[in-house]
C-alpha cells in the first residue's frame, strides 16, 4: 500500500544547519495494516508522514502510494488516497461552517462543482453518520463547528475522513490534545472505523500503552531511522517493560559505535 | 439627492461584494481591484462607442476584470508572490492596459451613446419618473447579483471556498488545488468590480482611467460597516449587510461633500475619511473582542 525507498530528508541543505531529519529510511505497509509508530520528539515521525502526504518533498528516495510512484505529486494530487489527522482538533474542520457544510466538502475527495449536492438525502444521510458517534451531534447539524468541543471536533473530523473513503489513514497524535476521557471515546471509534472499514493505518502515538496495544504492527523511530519493528507474535506478546529494553539495547549498542569512533578517529589523529 | 445616494451605493455595492469575496471569504486581499474598476468603465465605454449593444458591454466588461483576477491570482500562485504585491503589480499594469483600451486617452464620454440607462429612461418616459426607475433598475441588478453569489456559496464549489479562507490545509487534505480555487475566486471576484465600474461609467456619463484610485478602501470600508449592521453567518445576511454597507458608505461620503464645509472640509478629504472609517471600524472591533463578546474578525 505504501513504499518508501531509501527516503531522506534535509532541512536547510547546504548551509551550517543542515539537518537530515529522515535519513536512509525504508518501509513497506502492506494493505490493512495497522502501523503504530512511537519515538521521541524530533525523532522525525511528523515528518515522514509530511512526506507521505505531500506537504514536504524527500531531499532523496521515492514513495510509492498504491503501487503509484507519487515522489513528485503534490499534496492534494495524493490526497485522493490519504486521510490525515492531526494533533489540533481545530486542523480538520473549517470553524466558521455549519457541521453539515463540513461534511458536505469532505464527503467526497476531488476538485468540487459548482453544483448544490446538499439536499435532504445527503442530510439524511449526514444524520445517519453522525448518530455512531453518539455524542448528540445529529441534532446540531446547523450550528458552527466552533461551538463544537474539542473531543466532538476530532470525533467529527475523523467521521469526515471514513466517509472520503481513503486507502490510507495518517494518524498524528490525534487524540494528545483531547481529555483522557474524551480520547478514550476517539480511540474507540478509531478502532471500529478503521476495522469496518479496513483502512491501512499509520497512527503516531506518544502513548507506549496504546503503541502496544492498537494495530499490527509497530515502529519505533529514533534520529530519522527505524530502530525498532514488530509484528504479529511477536507485536502481541509485547509490554512496555520489554519494549524500554529493547530501545536501551539498542542505544547501548548505538554508544558503543560512537565510542569505537571517537576513539578510532582520535587514533588517526594524532 | 436620495436617490442619488441610493443609486450610487448599490453601483458600489456590486464592487464591494467584489472586494468582501476576497477578503472575507477567500482571505486573499486583493487590490486588483483598483484597475479592475476603472477597466470595467473603459471597456464599457469603449464597446458603447464603438456601437456594441450594452449588455455585450457589460458581458465583456465582466470577462475582462475574470482575466485581470487571474493574471493577480496567477502572480500569486506561480512566482509565489505574496498576495498583496500580485495585486499591486496587476493594478499598476491595468493602468497602461486601460489607457491602451481607451485608444491612448484618459476618459471617454458617454454622452451621445446609447447607454443602459437611456434604455430605462427610454422605457421610463411617461409612465414614472426617471430617477425612480434607475433606482428601481439598479435594485433589481444588485438583488440578481446578490442572489446568484448566494446560491453559488450554496453549491460545493461555494462550499470550499468557505472553507479555504479558514483552513486552507482542510482543503488540500481534500484533495482541492488551492491554487485553482484562488484563480476562479480573484476571477469571479474581479469580475463583479468591473461590472460595477461599468454601470458606473454609465451612470456617470464617462469612463476615466483614474476613476478607480482608492475604491478597494471604499469597498472594504462598506464591507466593515455592514458588518456593524448585522451580525450573523448565513451567507444570505452576510451578502445583504455588504450592499448595506456600501449604501452607507456612500450616505456618509454624501454627508461630507454637502455638509463637511460646516467643519472646513473640502471633497478632497473624503479619502481620509474613509479611511479613518476603516481605522475606527478596526478598533471597535478589535476593542469589543477583548471584551469577550466576539465581534467578527477583522
Keep these: 500500500m505504501i513504499r518508501l525507498e531509501n527516503l531522506e530528508c534535509t532541512f536547510d541543505t547546504g548551509t551550517p544547519n543542515a539537518k537530515t531529519v529522515i535519513k536512509n529510511f525504508n518501509l513497506r505497509v502492506e494493505p490493512g495494516e495497522f502501523v503504530t509508530i512511537i519515538g521521541s520528539n524530533g525523532a522525525g515521525k511528523t515528518t515522514l ?40 482538533p481545530l486542523a480538520g474542520t473549517a470553524s466558521n461552517m455549519t457541521l453539515e457544510d463540513n461534511m458536505m466538502i469532505t464527503c467526497k475527495k476531488g476538485f468540487k462543482w459548482p453544483v448544490i449536492s446538499l439536499n435532504r438525502k445527503m442530510r439524511a444521510y449526514f444524520r445517519d453518520q453522525l448518530i455512531h458517534l453518539k455524542m448528540g451531534l445529529e441534532g446540531r447539524m446547523k450550528e458552527n463547528v466552533s461551538s463544537l468541543s474539542g473531543g466532538q471536533r476530532q470525533a467529527l473530523t475523523l467521521l469526515m475522513m471514513v466517509l472520503s473513503r481513503p486507502a490510507i489513514a495518517l494518524l498524528d497524535e490525534h487524540t494528545a490534545a483531547l481529555d483522557p476521557r474524551n480520547a478514550a471515546i476517539v480511540m474507540d471509534l478509531t478502532t471500529r472505523f478503521i476495522r469496518e472499514h479496513r483502512l491501512t493505518t499509520l497512527m503516531i502515538t506518544h502513548n507506549m500503552n496504546h503503541a502496544i496495544a492498537y494495530g499490527s504492527r509497530l515502529l519505533m523511530m529514533d534520529a530519522g531511522e527505524i530502530i525498532i519493528d514488530v509484528a504479529g507474535e511477536e507485536k502481541a506478546h509485547l509490554t512496555v517493560p520489554r519494549l524500554l529494553e529493547k530501545f536501551a539495547d539498542i542505544r547501548r549498542e548505538d554508544f558503543g559505535n560512537d565510542e569505537m569512533l571517537l576513539t578510532g578517529g582520535g587514533r588517526s589523529g594524532r | 439627492m436620495l436617490e442619488g445616494i441610493f443609486v450610487e451605493g448599490l453601483i458600489y455595492a456590486i464592487m464591494a461584494l467584489g472586494v468582501f469575496f476576497t477578503f472575507r471569504i477567500l482571505d486573499f486581499p486583493d487590490l486588483t481591484v483598483d484597475g479592475s474598476f476603472p477597466m470595467g468603465a473603459v471597456i464599457m465605454a469603449t464597446s458603447l462607442t464603438g456601437g456594441q449593444n450594452p449588455l455585450a458591454g457589460l458581458l465583456l466588461a465582466f470577462g475582462g476584470g475574470v482575466l485581470a483576477g487571474f493574471v493577480t491570482a496567477a502572480i500569486h500562485n506561480r512566482l509565489k508572490v505574496p498576495h498583496l504585491l500580485a495585486g499591486i503589480l496587476t493594478m499598476t499594469m491595468l493602468y497602461s492596459v486601460n489607457i491602451r483600451i481607451l485608444d491612448n486617452r484618459a476618459n471617454l464620454p458617454l454622452l451621445r451613446v446609447d447607454t443602459v440607462l437611456t434604455h430605462v429612461a427610454a422605457w421610463a418616459e411617461n409612465r414614472v419618473p426617471v430617477e425612480w426607475a434607475v433606482l428601481v433598475f439598479f435594485i433589481l441588478v444588485v438583488l440578481i447579483v446578490k442572489l446568484a453569489l448566494d446560491l453559488f456559496f450554496h453549491t460545493d464549489m461555494g462550499l470550499v471556498f468557505g472553507a479555504l479562507g479558514n483552513n486552507e490545509q482542510m482543503v488540500r487534505v481534500q484533495g482541492v488545488n488551492p491554487a485553482t480555487l484562488k ?46 449592521i448585522i451580525k450573523s453567518n448565513r451567507i444570505g445576511m452576510l451578502t445583504l449587510r455588504v450592499i448595506l454597507g456600501a449604501i452607507l458608505f456612500k450616505a456618509i461620503m454624501y454627508l461630507g461633500r454637502f455638509y463637511g464645509y460646516y467643519i472646513n472640509m473640502t471633497p478632497n478629504d473624503l479619502k481620509l475619511i474613509a479611511g479613518i472609517l476603516i481605522i475606527a471600524s478596526l478598533a471597535v472591533t478589535n476593542y469589543r473582542r477583548i471584551r469577550g463578546k466576539g465581534g467578527t474578525a477583522a
Design chain 2, 183 to 228: 484563480l476562479i475566486g480573484v476571477g469571479l471576484s474581479n469580475g463583479l468590480v468591473a461590472l460595477s465600474g461599468a454601470f458606473a461609467a454609465q451612470y456617470q456619463g464617462f469612463a476615466d482611467v483614474n476613476l478607480g484610485q482608492g475604491i478597494v478602501v471604499s469597498g472594504l470600508a462598506s464591507v466593515m460597516l455592514g458588518e456593524f
Design chain 1, 49 to 88: 508522514f509530511n512526506l507521505i502526504s505531500g506537504s514536504l518533498m524527500p531531499t532523496s528516495g521515492k514513495i510509492w502510494i498504491k503501487d503509484q510512484d507519487v515522489t513528485a505529486h503534490p499534496e492534494y494530487k495524493r490526497a485522493r488516497y490519504l486521510g490525515r489527522i492531526f494533533q489540533d
